[in-house]
């Protein structure tokens, strides 16, 4: 079964950011569009198996389904909504951020 994948505005702005970051701030274009793609590609890949990534320990996210897929040094976070065969992508983070602080200024988690 194919779900379709969705992004929050706020997942949207986050991709929006790390590319920013990276082309802007660090002066490496080249590697902020390889870095997009890699996500992307991640992203485009869960349809194959959307449980394989571990739910988020901390509450309430995890009684939320949330669910982290590492890629390189970023966190995509993901709900998967199967009513709806949709999985919804809930925000893109470096992981050196302060990881429940973000979270906890999402506005959409479904």
């Known amino acids: 079964m194919s779900y379709k994948i969705v992004y929050t505005e706020e997942s949207e702005k986050d ?9 802007m701030d ?3 274009p ?29 509450k309430p996210w995890h009684s939320k389904g949330l669910r982290v897929l590492p890629v390189d040094n970023y966190l995509v976070f993901y709900t998967v909504i199967k009513e709806k065969n949709t999985v919804a992508i809930i925000r893109i983070m470096y992981v050196g951020r302060n990881i429940d602080l973000q979270l906890s200024n999402t506005q959409k988690m479904d």
């Not at 991709?15 to 082309?23: E, G, K, P, R, T």
């Not at 590697?31 to 959307?50: E, G, H, S, Y």
């Open 15 to 23: 991709l929006v950011n790390v590319y920013s970051y990276i082309a």
């Open 26 to 28: 660090l002066l490496v």
């Open 30 to 58: 080249e590697t902020a569009k390889n870095q997009i793609n890699r996500i992307m590609k991640a992203i485009k890949d869960l349809d194959a198996l959307l449980f394989r990534h571990k739910l988020y320990q901390n």
